[in-house]
């Protein structure tokens, strides 16, 4: 009787270890799958204008594409844009980019403006855009004849829109800017504060006759409203980024918008995370990875040193947007502090790939 109890104690022993010894290898299995090559990427908002030879093993070595946005902005001397340079990199490397155009509201009075707008539009989608960007000269910068600045619901603009849903091309819509433009500058920990400081033009707080963050917002969902059919990427979480739950608002009123976080990681760290995490996990259909990064200068203007440079400080931050989505791990950015929302997996491979190729119907790689 005492050999048979000890014998059963031994083998109770023996099965405890073996499920010990093989849920370690399992988790250690999950662990390792999960890293910066398992799971496809593309960045839906990118700006790589200028070529540079550690691009392709970069790209690789984060298993992602890139879509190359282009900015159209006007000063004394016209209209400036970067399509041209986006077409070139685009034509170099068409296994990591795609194309988007852009728009301007320039010349809004002249009774041809839309015709030409399309007309340039047109043209650029046969050259490979997947998407066209307006931006926050709408609301913020250009004006009419009349001295008005043109809202991005201005009905002159409506042709465009409608030509769009025609092709079935989305529009990428960065409308506004964070409501900290409004505010002082008095906190250097404020996510946006080096950006104002760098950029006062854009410092809504220093320029009273730009309209207030209420009325572009409010003009921004009348246009969503207004055209229901026209697919709509809200850059920058739709200027809303401080407040998640904003953004949840407008997702729950329009079916037809998405959004993307560039350059708003900072705003999200700042907020709760579980309050994040669990918007990220609920609208994991209509959230896209976007970063607002790129190669901002030609190589002949760095030395070999400071080019090496900006390939770390590229990796550091797109490695530190991986921790914060796919971990727990602690994460400062943009002078605030938090931890990761260790995101599901299957929630990281939608918002890292394949919202992107649904919604803009890409040819994936």
């Not at 409608?162 to 505010?183: C, K, S, T, Y």
């Not at 921004?220 to 407040?243: E, F, Q, T, V």
Request: aromatic share 12%; proline share 5%.
């Amino acid at each position: 009787m005492k050999n048979s109890i000890i014998l059963l104690i031994a083998l109770i022993g023996l099965f405890a270890c073996k499920s010990v010894s093989e849920e370690k290898p399992k988790k250690a299995r999950q662990e390792m799958a999960l890293n910066q090559q398992s799971i496809k990427k593309i960045d839906v908002h990118a700006h790589y204008k200028y070529e540079r030879d550690y691009l392709s093993s970069f790209f690789k070595k984060w298993n992602m594409q890139a879509i190359l946005v282009d900015v159209a902005m006007s000063d004394s001397n016209g209209i400036k844009r970067s399509w041209n340079n986006y077409m070139e990199q685009q034509r170099a490397q068409p296994d990591l980019f795609f194309l988007c155009s852009s728009l301007i509201g320039v010349g809004i009075d002249a009774p041809d403006f839309a015709t030409k707008a399309i007309a340039q539009v047109e043209e650029e989608i046969s050259s490979g855009a997947t998407m066209v960007k307006v931006w926050k000269n709408f609301g913020m910068v250009t004006k009419d004849a009349s001295g008005k600045f043109i809202q991005i619901d201005d009905m002159r603009l409506q042709p465009i829109w409608d030509f769009l849903v025609d092709r079935n091309i989305p529009v990428m819509a960065h409308i506004g800017e964070p409501v900290q433009a409004w505010r002082p500058l008095d906190d250097p920990h404020n996510p946006h504060y080096g950006y104002y400081t760098e950029h006062p033009e854009y410092h809504a707080y220093q320029h009273p006759e730009v309209p207030t963050y209420e009325t572009i917002i409010a003009a921004r969902d009348r246009w969503i409203a207004n055209n229901p059919k026209l697919k709509i990427l809200c850059a920058h979480l739709g200027s809303m980024a401080h407040d998640v739950g904003m953004v949840a608002e407008r997702l729950d009123t329009y079916p037809n918008i998405y959004v993307e976080p560039a350059a708003r990681f900072g705003d999200l760290v700042g907020q709760n995370s579980e309050k994040v995490k669990a918007f990220f996990v609920k609208y994991q259909d209509r959230i896209m990875f976007g970063t607002d990064y790129g190669t901002w200068y030609p190589k002949h203007q760095k030395t070999v040193e400071e080019i090496e440079q900006e390939n770390q400080e590229l990796d550091a931050s797109y490695a530190l947007l991986w921790t914060y989505l796919s971990s727990a791990d602690s994460v400062a950015l943009r002078g605030q502090k938090n931890t990761g929302l260790a995101l599901p997996v299957p929630v990281l491979k939608k918002i890292y790939y394949q919202n992107a190729v649904n919604f803009l119907q890409l040819d994936s790689q």
